[in-house]
């Protein structure tokens, strides 16, 4: 596993927690970072994504205003600011790296490396 993720954990709605990312130094200089969220029955879906060239991010619809993607060039890593939580952000979360394009910057096929996923629980 080239990606660590973690920073998961339980919190009542309305609380805050941070996931992190660690990446090998070529994958984190290299490649687009993103985080993707899984929930029990439901298929992996898109969270937010920072582009290595221009630094732009990119949020899901459901999470702007909440949460906010960042990297840390000198520990190699990127982080997931989520406030706010609702019960609806439920879902183990995993981090991934890809060299995207606008088009698959938003989609799990648009990574090729990915973490193994840190549970994420929101109580109401």
């Known amino acids: 596993v080239q990606l660590q993720a973690s920073g998961g954990g339980l919190v009542q709605a309305g609380g805050s927690l941070r996931l992190s990312c660690a990446a090998p130094?070529?994958?984190?200089?290299?490649?687009?970072m993103g985080w993707f969220r899984q929930a029990p029955g439901k298929e992996r879906e898109f969270v937010a994504t920072?582009?290595?060239?221009?630094?732009?991010?990119y949020y899901a619809d459901s999470v702007k205003g909440r949460f906010t993607i960042s990297r840390d060039n000198t520990k190699n890593t990127v982080y997931l600011q989520m406030n706010s939580l609702e019960p609806d952000d439920t879902a183990v979360y995993f981090c991934?790296?890809?060299?995207?394009?606008?088009?698959?910057?938003?989609?799990?096929?648009?990574?090729?490396?990915w973490g193994q996923g840190t549970q994420v629980t929101v109580s109401s």
């Open positions: 130094r070529d994958t984190f200089n290299s490649y687009d």
């Open positions: 991934a790296a890809g060299r995207t394009i606008l088009s698959t910057a938003t989609t799990a096929r648009g990574y090729t490396v």
């Open positions: 920072l582009r290595r060239s221009g630094g732009r991010s």
